[in-house]
C-alpha cells in the first residue's frame, strides 16, 4: 500500500486516485485499504461498485446517493429535450452528463455520454472542447471503438497539445506504434502538457519501448534531433542513455536499462496487465541485439542477462531466428548460437581445406626426395 502510493506520486490531479483505484484492484491489496483510501476522493462510483464486488459497507452510501440522483436527474433533463431539434442543448446536457459521470467514477456511462456528444456536434463545430475528456475516458474504461471518429484541425497551442499526449497514450494502449512515433514528433514542445493522463516518467519509457522495437539505430539517431525529443531528454535523462547504449552496441548497458524501464512501469495502470507481452517483446529485441553483437555466443549468459531460464531463451532465440531468417544455429548441446555460414563461405572453407591437403602432400613428398 505504501509503496503504491509512493510510485503514484509522480502523478497529478484526479490521475492518482483513478491510478489506485485500478492497480489496487489488479494488486488484490487488503479491502480494508482501499475502502479507506477511495472514501476521501471524488469517485464514489468506482468506490460502490468495489465494495459491491467485495461483498463490503459502503463507508459513504449518502454521498454516492446524492451524487447518484444528480447524474439521474440530469439525464432526465437530456431525456426530455430528445425530441426537440435544438443539437446545440442535447450537445450541452450530454457534455454535461457525461462529466458528471466522469468526476463519479462512472467511465464506462460517461463514454457514451461523450459519444453522444459527438453525435450532436455539427461538422462545422471543434470537438476540442471535449475530444480530449473523451480520449481519457477512453483510456480509463479500455474502450478504442470510436477513437478514429476524432479529428482535429492541426494548431499551435497547449490545448491541441494536450490532445496530442492524449492520442499518444490511447496509441501505445492499442499497440499502434507507428502512430504512436508519427503524433510524437508533431508536438510542440513549447505547449506540451501531460498532467492530465500521464507523466514525462511514464511518456519517456514509452518512447524507448516504441523506438527500440520499430526503429534502426540510423532512425533512433535520426529522431533525436527533433525537439520534441531532446525536451523529453530533459525531463527524462534515461532516453539519451538508452538511445547511446543501442548506437554503441553496449549490450551489457543496453539490457541494464531496458530491465530498469520495465521495472519502473510495474506502477502503470494503463499498461499494467500488457507489461508481460511488453516484457516479451523486449526480450526479442534484446536477443536479436545479442547475436547480431556475438556470432557466437552463450546462450546462459545471455539468458542469465535477460533474467530468464534458459528454455525461456531458446524459445526466443528460435523465434527470432525464424521470423528474421536470421543465419544462426542453435546447439542445444553445448548451449551456443552460431553464425551459419553461407553458401559462400562455406565453398571458400571448402577450398581452403583441400588446398590446404594438397599443399601438405606436396610438403610430404618433397620430404621423401630429400631422404
Known amino acids: 500500500m505504501d509503496k503504491l502510493l509512493q510510485e503514484l506520486q509522480r502523478y497529478s490531479g484526479n490521475q492518482v486516485q483513478i491510478?489506485?483505484?485500478?492497480?489496487?484492484?489488479?494488486?488484490?491489496?487488503?479491502?480494508?485499504d482501499v475502502i479507506e483510501y477511495m472514501?476521501?476522493?471524488?469517485?464514489?462510483?468506482?468506490?460502490?461498485?468495489?465494495?459491491?464486488?467485495?461483498?463490503?459497507?459502503?463507508?459513504?452510501?449518502?454521498?454516492y446517493e446524492k451524487k447518484r440522483t444528480e447524474i439521474l436527474n440530469k439525464k432526465g433533463e437530456l431525456q426530455n429535450y430528445k425530441n426537440q431539434q435544438s443539437k446545440s442543448t442535447l450537445r450541452e446536457l450530454s457534455k454535461q452528463y457525461a462529466e458528471l459521470n466522469f468526476n463519479h467514477g462512472d467511465f464506462n456511462e460517461a463514454y457514451q455520454g461523450y459519444l453522444k456528444v459527438y453525435e450532436h456536434t455539427q461538422p462545422t463545430q471543434s470537438q476540442i472542447d471535449f475530444c480530449i475528456d473523451w480520449i481519457d475516458t477512453m483510456i480509463w474504461s479500455f474502450q478504442i471503438t470510436h477513437f478514429r471518429l476524432i479529428t482535429l484541425k492541426p494548431s499551435n497551442d497547449q490545448q491541441y497539445a494536450q490532445?496530442?499526449?492524449?492520442?499518444?497514450?490511447?496509441?501505445?494502449?492499442?499497440?499502434?506504434?507507428?502512430?504512436?512515433?508519427?503524433?510524437?514528433?508533431?508536438?510542440?514542445p513549447d505547449y506540451i502538457s501531460v498532467d492530465h493522463i500521464t507523466c514525462y516518467y511514464d511518456l519517456a519509457r514509452y518512447f524507448l519501448i516504441v523506438a527500440l522495437q520499430t526503429k534502426s539505430t540510423k532512425e533512433i539517431i535520426e529522431l533525436i534531433q527533433y525537439p520534441i525529443i531532446q525536451h523529453l531528454n530533459e525531463q527524462q535523462p534515461i532516453v539519451f542513455e538508452v538511445i547511446y547504449a543501442y548506437e554503441d552496441y553496449d549490450f551489457e548497458n543496453l539490457v541494464k536499462q531496458v530491465n530498469q524501464i520495465l521495472k519502473d512501469l510495474q506502477y502503470d495502470a494503463i499498461i499494467y496487465s500488457d507489461l508481460q507481452r511488453i516484457g516479451m517483446e523486449l526480450k526479442s529485441f534484446l536477443v536479436k541485439q545479442y547475436i547480431q553483437i556475438y556470432k557466437r555466443a552463450s546462450i546462459k549468459n545471455l539468458a542469465q542477462s535477460l533474467q530468464l531460464e534458459v528454455r525461456q531463451t531458446i524459445d526466443i532465440l528460435e523465434d527470432v531466428i525464424r521470423k528474421d531468417n536470421m543465419n544462426y544455429l542453435i546447439d542445444p548441446v553445448d548451449l551456443i548460437i552460431i553464425q551459419k555460414r553461407s553458401q559462400e563461405q562455406q565453398r571458400l572453407a571448402s577450398f581452403n581445406?583441400?588446398?590446404?591437403?594438397?599443399?601438405?602432400?606436396?610438403d610430404n613428398r618433397y620430404l621423401q626426395l630429400f631422404q
Open 163 to 188: 490532445y496530442q499526449v492524449s492520442c499518444l497514450v490511447k496509441h501505445f494502449q492499442k499497440y499502434e506504434y507507428a502512430e504512436f512515433v508519427s503524433t510524437f514528433l508533431k508536438i510542440n
Open 353 to 362: 581445406e583441400i588446398t590446404k591437403e594438397l599443399l601438405k602432400q606436396i
Open 19 to 32: 491510478r489506485f483505484y485500478l492497480l489496487a484492484v489488479r494488486m488484490k491489496l487488503p479491502s480494508r
Open 39 to 63: 472514501k476521501n476522493t471524488q469517485f464514489q462510483f468506482l468506490l460502490n461498485e468495489y465494495c459491491t464486488k467485495n461483498g463490503q459497507q459502503m463507508p459513504t452510501k449518502q454521498l
